[in-house]
């Protein structure tokens, strides 16, 4: 058990530590490079190699914005076995749907809370 956490701290630190290291050291915003990391999720969720790295990091590869991408990528690919072509547009959010609404949930609970202001 203790090996599990070890890998998933690992994996899931390295995989941050790529994404500080490119919004540190390049000109791209960080919507940009979050964004990449979604769309990188996606392609190697989609060519199978990133599921194989899941199973083994556990939630260290499966909680940042990669797992998010690889999620929505096999969410796509069961719905298009199961419904056919209508499972391109409604598979990923199937598949993605408890973690975009716990986002919102919590998003909107914050708000309640805390109070926005004006940087500076």
Known sequence: M????????????????????LIDRTNLTPARILSGCVVLGVLLGAIGVYGPLADWAGAGATVPLLGFGSLLAKGVREAVQEKGALGILTGG???????????????????????PREKG
């Open 2 to 21: 203790l090996l599990d956490f070890l890998k998933a701290f690992l994996v899931g630190g390295l995989l941050c530590a790529v994404a500080q290291v």
């Open 93 to 115: 959010l199937t598949a993605a749907s408890g973690g975009i609404a716990s986002a919102v949930i919590f998003a909107f609970l914050t708000a309640l809370v805390f109070r």
